[in-house]
């Protein structure tokens, strides 16, 4: 049974910084995209950053492009996303996934319960 945990998130000032984690179990990262995606009140999924499968690349949406840092560590099967001069429309609950592009689509793959992120000017 897959299961994704993530934890890190927070209230800061515009200009903070978070890092989330993501706890993996019952996969093998290699074998998904994994990655971040965010939904606000009211708005749609926003997929934000994510490894290729097997993890030799990464790719960014323009919102967070050089504020945002995705990394994994294989062997504790955790993301990580390192967010930076957060600004007030990063207000979001953060979610990791895995089969990224099926979550994203809503086709299937998996998410966790997600992780509040809240940012203050």
């Known amino acids: 049974q897959v299961q994704l945990v993530e934890s890190g998130g927070g209230s800061v000032q515009a200009g903070g910084s978070l890092r989330l984690s993501c706890t993996a179990s019952g996969l093998r990262f290699d074998d998904y995209n994994m990655g971040w995606f965010r939904q606000a009140p009211g708005k749609k999924r926003e997929g934000l950053s994510w490894?290729?499968?097997?993890?030799?690349?990464?790719y960014y949406a323009d919102s967070v492009k050089g504020r945002f840092t995705i990394s994994r560590d294989g062997a504790k099967n955790t993301l990580y996303l390192q967010m930076s001069n957060l600004k007030p429309e990063d207000t979001a609950i953060y979610y990791c996934a895995a089969d990224y592009w099926a979550v994203i689509h809503g086709t299937g793959g998996h998410w966790g319960q997600g992780t509040q992120v809240t940012v203050s000017s």
């Open positions: 490894f290729s499968i097997g993890g030799g690349a990464t």
